[in-house]
């Protein structure tokens, strides 16, 4: 199948960030981290893990979530900055959100809600 040119990769990713249900299970997923913050703890695993594998060239977003998270695990106002990161939909909100460290958080059943609603 040849890909018409809107459908090149780069239209695809920004097509797939930009859907409506990839925003909202971000916000399925930071009420889940708000109602229980030890969550948070199988985020900072992933990133520890990814790093020692030593298998990513730029970790700026490992790094910016790390912070995001630790400061979030530390304060009131660091949970309020991440929560209002997971709930925004902007360009670089989006950006960071490319290289989530939250595999594990959410259950399939969990994911599936907004996978299959959004392939159907």
Request: aromatic share 8%.
């Amino acid at each position: 199948m040849k890909l018409a040119q809107s459908d090149s990769p780069d239209s695809l990713a920004l097509q797939f960030l930009q859907n409506p249900l990839i925003f909202q299970r971000w916000c399925y997923l930071a009420d889940k981290l708000e109602a229980s913050p030890d969550l948070l703890g199988i985020a900072l695993e992933n990133i520890q893990r990814w790093t020692d594998a030593d298998r990513l060239g730029d970790r700026w977003a490992l790094r910016a979530w790390k912070s995001k998270i630790e400061a979030a695990r530390d304060t009131d106002v660091g949970m309020d900055s991440l929560m209002e990161l997971l709930r925004d939909d902007g360009e670089r909100a989006r950006q960071l959100k490319s290289c989530s460290p939250f595999p594990g958080v959410l259950s399939r059943e969990e994911r599936d809600r907004f996978t299959c609603a959004w392939t159907l």
